[in-house]
C-alpha cells in the first residue's frame, strides 16, 4: 500500500451515499475528505454523514479548492465525461460509475485526455464482485456444467431505480439510453467475463412497453454472439415483479440462478445452495462495492495492471453502441469491429 488517499464524492445521489460512502468509511487506505452535488440537500446530507468533510456545489469548485488523489464519480451519465475531463485536466486519478460515458465520440475525448494526464480510469463494474457471480464463476471452473455454450441473462423491474432529482432514468439526453444502458451495460461485462473471448456479432430488440411516453427504451433483448458461445439478454422495466435470472448452459448441464436460488438442471439436476442475499435485492449494493475499491486500488498501486478495467469498460460500450445501432434497424445483425478500429490501440497508460 501506498499510504492514505483522500478522495472526493462527486455525485451524492442514493448510490454515492448507499451503496459508495460505507465502504470508503471502513477503508483505512482511502478516505473522502469533499464532495460536489450541485443539490444543496445533498451537500447537507453529506456534511451530517461525514465528519468534517468540505462541500462544493459543482466538480470546478471542487477541484480548484482541494488537493485530491481521486475523485469518485456518481452523477447521472451525461455528468460523467465532463467531471472526468475536469479531474484528467487536474492529474486526479478517476473511479467513476457505470456508464463511463454513452456516446463513442465523447468517450474518445475522456480517453485521450485520461492518456495525457496518465491518470487511472476505473469503471465500477460491481456485479463483478456479487455473491452470485463468484459462484457461477467458481462452479464453472469446477466443471460444474463442461464446456459452456449458452448464456441467458434475464432482468425483470416493475419499473426503473428512484433517483433523488426527476426521474432521469428516462431522460435521453441525462441517461444516454433506457434499460440497455441502466442494465444492459452490467450484463455486458458479466458476460464478457465469462466468455473470455471477443464478440463477433450483436442484435438488438428495444421497445417501450409501459413508459410509452419516455424518450428511451424500457424493454430490451439483445444477442451476443461470440466465436464458442451464444448469449441472450431480456431486460425489461415493464415487468409485475422484480427478479433477476441467469441461465447458464454448456455441454455436461445447465445451471441457473433464480434470485437466490443457485441450481444444477439436467441430468444431474439438484439444487446446489441458496445465496445469502438474492440477486434481485436492492439497488446499492455496498457489500460488492469493496471488490471494486480494491480492484481500483490495485491499478493506482501496481503500473502494469492499468487500463484494464478501462478496456472492459470500452467494450461495454462499444456493445452498447452497436445494440442501439441494431435496434435502430429492425435488429439488424452488427459485425464487431476489433476495439483498436474504434479506440485506436490499446487504453493503457
Ligand atoms: N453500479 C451500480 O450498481 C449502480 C447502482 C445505482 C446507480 N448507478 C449509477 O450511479 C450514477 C448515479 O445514480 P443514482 O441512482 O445515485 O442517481 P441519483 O439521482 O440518486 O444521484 C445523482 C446525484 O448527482 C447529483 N448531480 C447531478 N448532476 C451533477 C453535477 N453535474 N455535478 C454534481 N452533482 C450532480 C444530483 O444532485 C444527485 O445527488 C448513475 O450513473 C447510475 O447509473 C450504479
Known amino acids: 500500500m501506498n499510504g492514505l488517499r483522500n478522495g472526493a464524492i462527486v455525485g451524492f445521489g442514493n ?4 451503496g459508495h460512502l460505507p465502504v470508503w468509511r471502513e477503508r483505512r ?3 473522502i475528505v469533499a464532495v460536489a452535488d450541485a443539490a444543496p440537500d445533498r451537500r447537507a446530507l453529506a456534511e451530517s454523514l461525514i465528519p468534517g468533510v468540505r462541500t462544493y456545489a459543482s466538480h470546478d469548485d471542487l477541484l480548484r479548492n482541494e488537493r485530491l488523489d481521486f475523485v469518485d464519480i456518481a452523477t447521472p451519465p451525461a455528468g460523467h465525461a465532463p467531471a472526468i475531463l475536469a479531474a484528467a485536466r487536474a ?3 478517476v473511479l467513476c460509475e457505470k456508464p463511463l460515458t454513452t456516446s463513442l465520440d465523447e468517450y474518445r475525448g475522456v480517453r485521450s485526455a485520461v492518456r495525457h494526464a496518465g491518470i487511472v480510469l476505473h469503471t465500477v463494474h460491481n456485479w463483478k464482485y456479487s455473491e452470485a457471480f463468484l459462484t457461477v464463476r467458481q462452479l464453472l471452473a469446477e466443471g460444474s456444467v463442461g464446456r459452456l455454450h449458452t448464456i441467458a441473462f434475464d432482468t425483470a423491474r416493475d419499473g426503473c431505480s428512484s433517483s ?4 432521469w432514468r428516462v431522460q435521453a439526453a441525462v441517461a444516454g439510453g433506457g434499460i440497455l444502458v441502466d442494465h444492459g451495460w452490467h450484463t455486458f461485462y458479466l458476460l464478457l ?3 473470455e473471448e471477443q464478440p463477433s456479432r450483436v442484435r438488438a430488440t428495444l421497445a417501450r412497453r409501459r413508459f410509452v411516453d419516455a424518450e428511451v427504451e424500457d424493454t430490451a433483448v439483445c444477442h451476443v454472439e461470440f466465436p464458442s458461445l451464444a448469449a441472450e439478454i431480456r431486460l425489461t422495466w415493464a415487468a409485475t415483479e422484480r427478479r433477476t435470472r441467469w441461465r447458464l448452459v454448456g455441454d455436461d448441464g445447465e445451471l441457473v440462478i433464480d434470485d437466490d436460488h443457485v441450481l444444477l438442471e439436467g441430468k444431474a439436476a439438484r439444487p446446489l445452495k441458496r445465496l445469502t442475499t438474492a440477486l434481485s435485492a436492492g439497488s446499492h449494493h455496498p457489500e460488492w462495492f469493496d471488490g471494486v475499491v480494491e480492484s481500483f486500488r490495485s491499478e493506482l498501486d501496481e503500473p502494469g495492471l492499468r487500463g484494464t478495467n478501462q478496456v472492459e469498460a470500452e467494450w461495454c460500450l462499444l456493445l452498447l453502441n ?8 429492425d435488429s439488424l445483425p452488427m459485425e464487431v469491429p ?3 478500429d474504434c479506440f485506436d490501440g490499446s487504453a493503457q497508460t
Open 29 to 31: 487506505d482511502f478516505r
Open 164 to 167: 433523488t432529482s426527476d426521474n
Open 91 to 93: 492529474g486526479v486519478h
Open 338 to 340: 476489433a476495439l483498436s
Open 15 to 18: 448510490v454515492a451515499a448507499n
Open 193 to 195: 467475463g465469462l466468455a
Open 322 to 329: 452497436l445494440a442501439y445501432a441494431s435496434g435502430a434497424r
